[in-house]
T-cell receptor, first 113, second 115 residues
Framework: NAGVTQTPKFRVLKTGQSMTLLCAQDMNHEYMYWYRQDPGMGLRLIHYSVGEGTTAKGEVPDGYNVSRLKKQNFLLGLESAAPSQTSVYFC????????????FGDGTRLSIL | RKEVEQDPGPFNVPEGATVAFNCTYSNSASQSFFWYRQDCRKEPKLLMSVYSSGNEDGRFTAQLNRASQYISLLIRDSKLSDSATYLCVVTLLKFNAGNNRKLIWGLGTSLAVNP
């Protein structure tokens, strides 16, 4: 019953460093999403994917890149971390069909110094 | 007008009380609706889907009013463990090449149930 797994759970970076957040789901879901959540801002969509090999921009894509080389994995990359990217990052996946809800990972808390 | 709006609260209620939240949406073409709960520093978790005819799950009842474009969540006999932020989500079909669905999240309503 793993569902959606995010790694790492916590990370502290220095400005300018790069890193990749990994999201893995074992539910054979087509759709996967990366969100960030900041106080008072709610969930904001960074990038999403509607299937293996496809990605698309969300509301706040700048400074992030993503890849979906395998259906079960969705990677979020920060090429040059900035303090404004300090946030909690959530990955989610969803099956096809309008009534399918999103299932979330337990988040990655990222601090950029 | 925001696409999805919720009263941020906080709603402070005593144990055992009944409390209701609304969530309004602006696009009449919205297709599906959900309520999630989020505990502090945790991930959102699905509470219930909202069906056209209304649906109930134990102490929780969800309703959809398409004419007035809002969904509601009613919690009866509140427990301390119900304290959380309640998020509504609305799904909209995007008519593009992929016919993807756009999920629009509210900012949430904070509930504190007090002993």
């Amino acid at each position: 019953n793993a569902g959606v797994t995010q790694t790492p759970k916590f990370r502290v970076l220095k400005t300018g460093q790069s890193m990749t957040l990994l999201c893995a789901q074992d539910m054979n879901h087509e759709y996967m999403y990366w969100y960030r959540q900041d106080p008072g801002m709610g969930l904001r969509l960074i990038h999403y994917s509607v299937g293996e090999g496809t990605t698309a921009k969300g509301e706040v894509p700048d400074g992030y890149n993503v890849s979906r080389l395998k259906k079960q994995n969705f990677l979020l990359g920060l090429e040059s971390a900035a303090p404004s990217q300090t946030s909690v990052y959530f990955c989610a996946s969803r099956g096809t069909g309008s009534n399918q809800p999103q299932h979330f990972g337990d988040g990655t808390r990222l601090s950029i110094l | 007008r925001k696409e999805v709006e919720q009263d941020p609260g906080p709603f402070n209620v005593p144990e055992g009380a009944t409390v209701a939240f609304n969530c309004t949406y602006s696009n009449s073409a919205s297709q599906s609706f959900f309520w999630y709960r989020q505990d502090c520093r945790k991930e959102p978790k699905l509470l219930m889907s909202v069906y056209s005819s209304g649906n109930e799950d134990g102490r929780f009842t969800a309703q959809l009013n398409r004419a007035s474009q809002y969904i509601s969540l009613l919690i009866r006999d509140s427990k301390l463990s119900d304290s959380a932020t309640y998020l509504c989500v609305v799904t909209l079909l995007k008519f593009n090449a992929g016919n993807n669905r756009k999920l629009i999240w509210g900012l949430g309503t904070s509930l504190a149930v007090n002993p």
